[in-house]
Nanobody, 115 residues
Framework: QVQLVESGGGLVQAGGSLRLSCAAS????????MGWYRQAPGKQRELVAT???????NYADSVKGRFTISRDNAKNTVYLQMNNLKPEDTAVYYC?????????WGKGTLVTVSS
């Protein structure tokens, strides 16, 4: 079983920055892809960014050039650096991790961007 705990959310003004962290703990051999998803009020959950264990990344078009995903495999932690935040980035951000057999989700952290 894997537990994912997100941190770093909060309230920020448009144009500001936040850094999200997600630490994985529990019993597992290795985590493959890790990533961030978000869900805004009244909308479906959507992919923000993913990163493989080898460091290959993938971003939603809406965040390219503004967000950077990274990971520390030794710490089983994934990060999301968010710059030039916009009000439309307001959402609950969820961490995601894949092992060989399962997909795990964190409980989410709220990011609110004021205009």
């Amino acid at each position: 079983q894997v537990q994912l705990v997100e941190s770093g959310g909060g309230l920020v003004q448009a144009g500001g920055s936040l850094r999200l962290s997600c630490a994985a703990s529990g019993s597992f051999f290795r985590l493959n892809a890790m990533g961030w998803y978000r869900q805004a009020p009244g909308k479906q959950r959507e992919l923000v960014a993913t990163i493989t264990s080898g460091g290959s990344t993938n971003y939603a078009d809406s965040v390219k050039g503004r967000f950077t995903i990274s990971r520390d495999n030794a710490k089983n932690t994934v990060y999301l650096q968010m710059n030039n935040l916009k009000p439309e980035d307001t959402a609950v951000y969820y961490c995601n991790a894949e092992s060989t057999l399962y997909i795990y989700w964190g409980k989410g952290t709220l990011v609110t961007v004021s205009s």
